[in-house]
């Protein structure tokens, strides 16, 4: 005990055992060391002195019983009083916080007593109230955790409160996450909203911090079990073995087998022994069906499945009664350019070409007799059991037109055909379906000089024809048109005969002469030098004048005038003695044709100058 303690329990002392003896202080007991102790700046400052021991004492109380109120700390508090607005909140600070009731909506079980996390905002506002909040504390609690379990990769739960584009809004902590649609399932989901309102275990597997986004994945959950699951699987795989599965994804192409963890693809062909326009037609989603494995990759991450392998083949079924020349009928399913395959049974197709199709010789496309779809029948004409083919034909179930050929068409017959198409020779004519016949180009027409068919006729047209030849071996007609009308050049030999005159107009001034234009037929050609006129001058276009016929061939189609010779004598008498020569000749027993041309080219030549 000091020795001011001591004065003062002596002091006390004396005051308890005498009470009248007046009390002495230790300033007036001993003024002077009173005064050189005496602790001026704490008398200033107002402050009454206080032990050390106490003041230690003091402040472990305080540490013990108080928190260091920092701002933006989160501290854990205790609920001591409810209103019908706010919850007061404990902290052990200098006074109580207020949080709004608003902040524990998520909880209406809160009552008095509950520990709740809260953030201190602000030690003391304007009015030295402590502002604490829960939501906030929350939040933060809430990140901490979830980056927690994004570093440990810790399994969490979350509520999936609703759809959004391409995926989901999962409530994690307090905090919205993203769950990718590819990330809910190791399957495609083709139903969002099963999930919608479901508390679901979750990963982070993604945190965005600057713009505060977390991915969260359902799938990585189960891909670790399925890995295992798909090793042992992987592991066993052998060709021809039979494996239940599940149909995952169906496409164009083919079916996607779930085989529990490992996908296998069944191709469209290996589906069905009959063929089928999409693989829906055989199967559909989540069906549980079984397949054989038909082959793998070394690594056996592509696996080709079966469906069809699993059953006989169709043609192995097919009964040893068919055989070559039966009738049989099957429905058209696939139509190409030479032919339509029809099946006659389940699996079983043979193949119709267009030139089974019809009698007809002519090209055609198998679209204009049969379309998909289509029952018809047909006689087999070729059968492989060996290679599974089959041929079949339409035509064979009529009479072969050309079996009456001769008494239906006799060479000198006529008849209407079609016009079915041309080629630069000719033009082909159907008389009657499996009967066609050609008109060749000189044959259209006894006066039109023609280059192409086309610009004679055009197809689909009707046009009356003669039979000219048959061939019945070789199944061939060769036909006429201009053979049905009289040959004009007959009438126009006698009407243009050598020396006849006509009167025409210059159509033409061409290379070494004109042209001019009797009839719609007759196109004459007058050379240089009998362009002259009377006065020495040359005829022009337009001009009509008087023209003698200086050659005329039927054969060739070729007429030959002159203006000079109406009015020169020279000229005149030539064509005289062309005439004179032309009909002794005539007179002859039968003279040559290029005799006649012979003398008529002599004349042509001298008349040209030329001799």
């Known amino acids: 005990m000091s020795e001011k303690e001591t004065q003062q329990v002596e002091v006390e002392t004396t005051e308890a055992t005498t009470v009248e003896a007046p009390v002495v202080s230790e300033a007036q007991a001993n003024p002077e060391k009173f005064l050189k102790e005496f602790d001026w700046h704490n008398y200033e400052e107002g402050i009454e002195q206080v032990a050390d021991t106490k003041l230690e004492e003091f ?141 679901m275990e979750f990963k982070v597997v993604k945190i965005n911090h600057e713009f505060k986004n977390i991915v969260v994945s359902h799938k990585a959950l189960i891909e670790a079990d399925i890995e295992e699951q798909k090793k042992e699987i992987i592991g066993q795989l052998e060709k021809g073995q039979v494996l239940e599965g599940t149909v995952k994804n169906i496409t164009s192409y083919g079916v996607f087998i779930d085989l529990g963890g490992v996908d296998g693809l069944v191709h469209i062909t290996d589906l069905s022994w009959s063929r089928i326009n999409h693989p829906n037609e055989i199967v559909e989603l989540d069906q549980k069906l079984n397949v054989v494995i038909l082959d793998f990759d070394e690594n056996k991450s592509r696996i080709q499945l079966g469906l069809k392998q699993l059953s006989k083949h169709p043609w192995e079924a097919l009964g040893e009664d068919v ?61 492989d059991r060996e290679d599974r ?55 259209l027409s006894w006066t039109k000089k023609i280059k192409h068919p086309s610009e004679f006729c055009n197809v689909g047209d009707k046009l009356d024809v003669v039979v000219l030849e048959l061939d019945v071996e070789g199944r061939k007609l060769s036909l006429g048109h201009k053979q049905t009308t009289e040959n004009p050049w007959d009438k126009y030999e006698t009407e243009f005969a050598l020396g006849t005159s006509h009167t025409a107009a210059i159509t033409e001034i061409v290379d070494k002469g004109a042209t001019i234009e009797f009839n719609d037929d007759i196109t004459a050609f007058v050379p240089q030098r009998h362009l002259e006129k009377e006065d020495g001058s040359k005829l022009k276009k337009g001009e009509e004048v008087e023209f003698k016929i200086i050659e005329f061939n039927k054969e060739f189609k070729r007429v030959v005038a002159s203006h000079t010779a109406v009015f020169r004598e020279e000229e005149a008498k030539i064509v005289k003695q062309a005439v004179k020569k032309a009909e002794a000749q005539a007179a002859e027993a039968k003279p040559t044709l290029g005799d006649a041309n012979d003398a008529l080219q002599a004349l042509k030549d001298k008349m040209d100058g030329k001799k």
């Open 323 to 383: 055989k070559v020349g039966d009738k049989v009928k099957g429905k058209v399913v696939v139509i190409a350019d030479y032919g339509a395959f029809v099946e006659v049974e389940e699996g079983v197709e043979g193949l119709v070409h267009v030139s089974e199709m019809s009698w007809s010789t002519h090209l055609r496309s198998a679209q204009d007799f049969v379309s998909v779809g289509d029952e018809i029948e047909a006689q087999i004409l070729t059968l």
């Open 59 to 199: 402040e472990k109380l305080v540490s013990e019983n108080f928190v260091d109120t920092l701002d933006d700390e989160v501290v854990e508090g205790e609920v001591i009083h409810i209103t019908d607005r706010d919850a007061i909140i404990d902290i052990n600070a200098k006074s109580e916080g207020v949080i709004s009731l608003n902040e524990f909506r998520y909880n209406p079980d809160l009552k008095v007593g509950d520990k709740v996390e809260v953030l201190i905002d602000v030690r003391e506002d304007a009015t030295g109230q402590l502002v604490l909040s829960h939501r906030k504390a929350r939040v933060i609690k809430a990140w901490d955790r979830v980056n927690n379990a994004h570093d440990t990769g810790e399994i969490v739960n979350g509520f999936v409160k609703c759809r959004t584009k391409g995926g989901m809004i999962v409530d994690v902590f307090g905090i919205e996450a993203f769950l990718p649609g590819s990330q809910i399932d190791v399957k495609p989901i083709r139903d969002y909203d099963q999930y919608v309102n479901k508390t």
């Open 389 to 443: 083919k089959m041929s079949l034909g339409i035509k064979q179930l009529t009479p072969d037109p050309w079996t009456d050929i001769t008494s239906k068409y006799p060479v000198g017959s006529k008849h209407t055909g079609v016009v079915r198409n041309f080629t630069n020779f000719g033009v082909f004519v159907e008389l009657e379906e499996g009967i066609d016949g050609l008109i060749y180009i000189s044959d």
